[in-house]
């Protein structure tokens, strides 16, 4: 665990995010041996404490969402073919030797949730030219889902942005949230009378820090504590531009949802007792969910500790102003207020947590969807009992957050439904509840163990006593 040090020191307002806790992408390098990503606390269902160790036995709420998730770059393939237009990661992966992708790799639920390829549709991401088969593509895989009983949840970015639109800046040149304002309004014309689910933007912090800060994802960019934060600002208009399209313009007729996925890590004080460790830990929060959170569902502003900080330090650097861009009073209004859904990225225990977290910091009218959770492995083991393990403990929390804590989630989607395309990973980590054959052109696709756990999870509809699918 990172120990914390005095606020004025806090890197996260300096130049770099810093994760104090909790990540819950383990993976498992082989049978026996673990390696952990920062800090993974497992919850222990052997504890006397019940409220939060004990595993509870329980159902879901009647109508509870449970689904599966993918992404459009990970797991489509054909990325130069029918017309589609490139993208920033085909961009990216396609640069070899020098270590963008591990090996220089390119590219029974009731809900699925996928994504666009922006590109796809918009080969050069505006209205310009329109890609006929790209459409013909997703209308085929919309009408499948429902044909099956399966309702779509549709994102639409999850970081595959039109390369032209890169070479014109990109996020950081504020003329691409009016692009993507275009882009959202087609999709929902086109397929908004059968989809009722929408996210804007997945992980807008993974766009701005991994991709504008330390160049780790595409597009590539290293920044110095400045860009981080123009991308993000471009990102938080254009959720909300395309939120306000739906809401005006389509939600009475379509009578869907729309909302935002927001990734977070649980940040734990050193000394829960220590009044300025507590401090610490909930700095960290606001850098990193709060950055994003703050202003879509509090007054459409930054949190006071990022402005007070980044201030701070941008008079330190001798700057004119501060490296925080400053919302207009317009754009405040247009952006408060504009979620439906979010998404929590944390360790067992702590997922509850952030639940809870959210439900006091946001206030409890606001619903939760969880639309990614999983765990990886590097061995592609069909009998992947450490999967089952860690959504037995994880959606056991879940659980308890409902109906130990009242609180608003109302889905989860299990990430993912089959092994994919593991962005700057490559191939080298498999997170699917379906085993992926890629050394075969046809890649066939073979059922692991935790399909059957997670089915019959489905089936209760959660943890019932004497039922197989506790572990």
Partial sequence: MHQLQNLEDFRLSLKYPLTIASYNKMKFLNKNVVLIIYIVVFCRTNAVNGDNDEFYHGKFPENFVWGAATASYQVEGGWNADGKG????????????????????????????????????????????????????????????MKEGITPIVTLYHWDLPQALQEEGGWLNNSTSDRFAEFARFCFQTFGDRVKFWITLNE?????????????????????????????????????????????????????????TLNVHWQVAKNPFSPADVKAADTATQFQYGWFAHPVFINGDYPEVMKWKIGNKSKEQDLTES???????????????????????????????????????????????????????????????HRIYYYNLYINEVLKAIRLGGCDVRGYMAWSLMDNFEWARGYSERFGLHYVDFNDPKRPRTPKKSVDFYSKLISNNGFVHNKSNVI
């Fill in 86 to 145: 490139l993208n920033i990661w085909d961009v990216f992966t396609h640069k070899k030797g020098i270590g963008h992708v591990v090996n220089d790799e390119t590219g029974d639920v009731n809900h699925y949730r996928f994504s666009i390829s922006w590109s796809r549709i918009l080969p050069k991401g505006t209205l310009e030219v329109i890609n006929k088969n790209g459409v013909v593509y997703y209308n085929n895989l919309i009408n499948a889902l």
């Fill in 204 to 260: 807008p912090y993974v766009v701005s820090y991994h991709g504008h800060e330390i160049g780790a994802m595409a597009p590539g960019i290293k920044g110095n504590g400045d860009k981080i934060y123009i991308a993000a600002h471009t990102l938080i208009k254009s959720h909300a531009n395309a939120y306000r399209i739906y809401e005006r313009e389509f939600k009475n007729k379509q009578n869907g949802i729309i909302g935002i």
């Fill in 323 to 385: 490296r925080l861009p400053v919302f207009t009073e317009n754009e405040k209004l247009n952006i408060r207020g504009k979620s439906g859904s979010t998404w929590l990225k944390v360790t067992p225990t702590a997922i509850r947590k952030m639940i809870k977290w959210t439900k006091d910091y946001l206030g409890p009218n606001v619903p939760i969807y969880i639309t990614e959770n999983g765990v990886s492995d590097r061995n592609g083991t069909l009998q992947d009992s």
